[in-house]
Every structure is written in structure tokens, then in C-alpha cells.
């Protein structure tokens, strides 16, 4: 599969790349995705959430009143949960929600979310580009020559880039990640999708383990 290459001005440049079948045209494989998403959803949680039960209220323990006699039920102390301000019966406790998955089902995962992707049109290759220093004005100028403002945009470089990513960090919608950070989730939150030359390969032996 060829695809055209484009500069930061979003001219083409005349020149192709070619693009691995076994990624851009792959069936995909729409359990795989389900169960990277949900993993990478979950994975996300704190699981900080508590509430106090009745052991742990800070009332008086001091019993309400007499245990026989008054017609009332029987009661020992205020931090009974049927009590406003008593504990909480069942409530939740701090958890660990993250999920393990297999890495053949998370690679499978990535590859059928490029392919849905490239079927949809949605990935463009550019040039690789470099800022001196980081400039949100130049992101957003090159957001606005790809027709990419306001849209949910996933920029893929090659690798970690200071100037690039702090150019773009205050731009809404806009997610830059090196290659080998790329997953399954932030492919299809985009609606496009920007890789730039020397992305290619990385993502092409990350994903099929050559």
C-alpha cells in the first residue's frame, strides 16, 4: 500500500512511501480492540475510593439510651449504619482495576485500529520536522495548513521530542506520542491520524516483531 507524503505546509511533496499490508489492510479484529481498550480504560483508574464503616466514624460510642423499657429498638451507639453520619454498610474500598492482556491481543489490538484508520482515510504521512524551540503559534499553523483545527488530532514521531511536544501540549484536541507509545485508544479517539516518515518503520517492527 503507497501513500502520499506531504510537507508541514501540507503540500505534497511528489514522493511515496509505501505502507505494510499487514498493518494498513488488515482484517481487523474488533475483540482484540475491545479488550486493549478495556484494559487501557481500566489501567487508567486510581481505585482510590473509600468510605468509612461503622468502626471508623468519628462519633460518640456513648449507648443512645437504655436497652429495655423505652419501646424503641435496641441500639448501642450512633455509628450504626441506619444512623445519618454512621458508617457505610458495603461501601467501596481502594482496588487495583488494571487488567493484563496477552501482547500477540494488544499488537493485534494496534494493527486493527491503523487498518480501520487507513480504510477511513484518516492517516497522513509528512515530512519529518523539527521545531528550534518550542512554539505553540508553529503547531498551530501546521495544524491549520492539514485542516486539522479543532479536530482530535494524534501526531507519531519517531521518538521523544521536547520542542514538538510542549508546541503542542496546550493545543485541544492535539496528542503527540513518540511510535513506540502508540496504543490501541489513542488511535481510535483521533479522528486523523499524522505519522511522520521515520515513524513508519518504528511502528512496522514494533508491531510485527521483525
Do not use: W
Not at 18 to 30: F, G, K, M, R
Not at 32 to 61: F, P
Amino acid at each position: 500500500m503507497k501513500a502520499e507524503v506531504f510537507n508541514i505546509n501540507g503540500k505534497s511533496t511528489g514522493r511515496t512511501v509505501e505502507l505494510s499490508d499487514n498493518i494498513y489492510l488488515a482484517e481487523p479484529n474488533d475483540h482484540c480492540i475491545y479488550l486493549d481498550v478495556k484494559s487501557i480504560l481500566a489501567n487508567k483508574r486510581q481505585g482510590t475510593h473509600k468510605t468509612k464503616e461503622r468502626s471508623e466514624v468519628n462519633r460518640t460510642k456513648k449507648k443512645l439510651y437504655r436497652q429495655k423499657g423505652t419501646g424503641n429498638a435496641r441500639h448501642g451507639s450512633m455509628n450504626a449504619p441506619i444512623f445519618v453520619g454512621g458508617g457505610t454498610v458495603f461501601g467501596p474500598k481502594p482496588r487495583d482495576y488494571s487488567m493484563a492482556i496477552n501482547k500477540k491481543v494488544k499488537d493485534i489490538a494496534r494493527i486493527s485500529a491503523l487498518s480501520y484508520k487507513a480504510k477511513n482515510n484518516s492517516i497522513t504521512v509528512v515530512e519529518n520536522f523539527n521545531f528550534e524551540q518550542p512554539k505553540t503559534k508553529q503547531f498551530v499553523s501546521l495544524l491549520s495548513n492539514f485542516n486539522l483545527l479543532n479536530k482530535k488530532s494524534l501526531f507519531i514521531i519517531s521518538a521523544p521530542n521536547n520542542s514538538i511536544y510542549l508546541s503542542a501540549r496546550n493545543i485541544e484536541k492535539t496528542k503527540v506520542i513518540p511510535a513506540t507509545d502508540v496504543n490501541t485508544y489513542d488511535i481510535l479517539n483521533a479522528d486523523n491520524i499524522i505519522i511522520t516518515e521515520d515513524a513508519l518503520p518504528i511502528i512496522e517492527s514494533t508491531l510485527l516483531k521483525k
